[in-house]
């Protein structure tokens, strides 16, 4: 199985200031197909998983554009640039390029 | 609006069964993939099982392989999770998602169904 290691696992960050998680996965995500099947997700205290972020860096719909995916191959990167109260949750992200799918263990950004 | 409402869930004793389903509304049901993703108790996401939009590919945790079977219902909008030979390890908030357009990512979540295994 493809393990997912997410650093930090907890992100004081103070309003405004930036944030980054970093998701390092055990193999490569290239998929046969040439993708790489590499998402993000937040969850918020008490609510489902919420998608942000598909395929490396696309926005899902409605997402703000202060939140960024970026990198290649094992290692990818989740940043906000500018925190704010509502983006307080668990993030996740997760691999869908070789079943069993698997997540990382979520990194919980709270405000400082 | 695009919904997924799951039910089913409760308290059940080790060994017994139990069957989830997953009602879909608000977008076309057979054109996606479904799948199962749980939680436990303060903890974070474990992939449990998925099926193509045509029951024709299907998929299993090492977890729960044997025990689960997954299956749905283009006609009733519905996804189901027959859960056999349940252990305390299953114990988990259930969640269905689809697979949208959007490359492997689960873009509708449900709210969830707690399943509990305890004697």
């Known amino acids: 199985d493809i393990v997912m290691t997410q650093t930090p696992l907890s992100s004081p960050v103070t309003l405004g200031q930036p944030a980054s998680i970093s998701c390092r996965s055990s193999q490569s995500l290239v998929h046969s197909d040439g993708n790489t099947y590499l998402s993000w997700l937040q969850q918020r205290p008490g609510q489902p998983p919420r998608l942000l972020i598909y395929k490396i860096s696309n926005r899902f719909s409605g997402v703000p554009d202060r939140f960024s995916g970026s990198g290649a191959g094992t290692d990818f990167t989740l940043k906000i640039s500018r925190v704010e109260a509502e983006d307080v949750g668990v993030y996740y992200c997760?691999?869908?390029?070789?079943?069993?799918?698997?997540f990382g263990q979520g990194t919980k950004v709270e405000i400082k | 609006e695009v919904q997924l409402v799951e039910s089913g869930g409760g308290l059940v004793q080790p060994g017994r069964s139990l069957r989830l389903s997953c009602a879909a509304s608000g977008f076309t049901f057979d054109d996606y993939a479904m799948h199962w993703v749980r939680q436990a108790p303060g903890k974070g996401l474990e992939w449990v099982s998925g099926i193509s939009w045509n029951s024709g590919s299907i998929g299993y945790a090492d977890s729960v392989k044997g025990r689960f079977t997954i299956s749905r219902d283009n006609a009733k909008n519905s996804l189901y999770l027959q859960m056999n030979s349940l252990r305390a390890e299953d114990t988990a908030l259930y969640y269905c998602a689809s697979l949208g357009g959007y490359g492997g990512a689960f873009d509708i979540w449900g709210q969830g169904t707690m399943v509990t295994v305890s004697s």
């Open positions: 997760m691999q869908a390029t070789q079943f069993p799918w698997t």
